[in-house]
């Protein structure tokens, strides 16, 4: 890839670009999933902005923090550069209702989130056995807030454990 832009440096949709361009290798061995075209392409902004469908500046502009761009280019971007994860950071940081609602998650290695998801299911049998007792009389009495809350904690530690794992197979196993 030619000249970095250092304004843009901690930009995650320059970021995300300037690793689909040096085509990173997916983790489980294969090769990067971009052809050799689509990534000498992404290297330049100019090439990018093209088969992204928007124009140069557009796109300088987002990755220079001065604008933010549009959900559908977000989406684009997300899979022109195999990268799952822009749609995720864009919802929980960017977008106004996500920012409330929706968890941010980071990709690490299989072997990393595999255990992230076992350990967050391990507690699964008590957790259900604490809900059966708390809906029991189908209401939640103050007594039993703490538990219930500590449940949702856990549930709230399950998705984002598993949406992680579900991003990190999206961007390294090409499904046939």
């Excluded at 983790?27 to 290297?43: H, M, Q, T």
């Excluded at 022109?80 to 749609?87: A, F, G, R």
């Excluded at 989130?113 to 009495?141: F, P, Q, T, Y």
Aim: glycine fraction near 4%; proline fraction near 5%.
């Amino acid at each position: 890839m030619g000249k970095k832009a250092t304004k843009a440096v901690d930009n995650m949709y320059y970021l995300a670009r300037c690793e689909a361009a040096e085509g990173v290798a997916l983790e489980n061995g294969d090769a990067s999933p971009l052809p050799e075209k689509v990534r000498a392409a992404l290297s330049s902004r100019e090439k990018a902005a093209e088969l992204l469908g928007i124009d140069r500046t557009r796109l300088a502009r987002i990755e220079l923090d001065t604008i933010s761009p549009y959900p559908e280019e977000v989406k684009t971007m997300a899979e022109v550069y195999n990268t799952p994860e822009l749609c995720n950071a864009y919802c929980a940081r960017e977008c106004p209702i996500g920012r409330d609602s929706v968890p941010e998650v980071t990709i690490d290695g299989f072997d990393r989130l595999a255990l992230k998801v076992l350990g967050s299911l391990k507690d699964i049998d008590s957790l259900r056995a604490s809900l059966i007792a708390i809906s029991e009389d189908g209401v939640i009495d103050e007594s039993e807030q703490p538990a219930f809350h500590k449940i949702l904690d856990s549930l709230e530690k399950i998705s984002t454990n598993a949406k992680a794992l579900q991003l990190w197979a999206i961007k390294n196993i090409q499904m046939k």
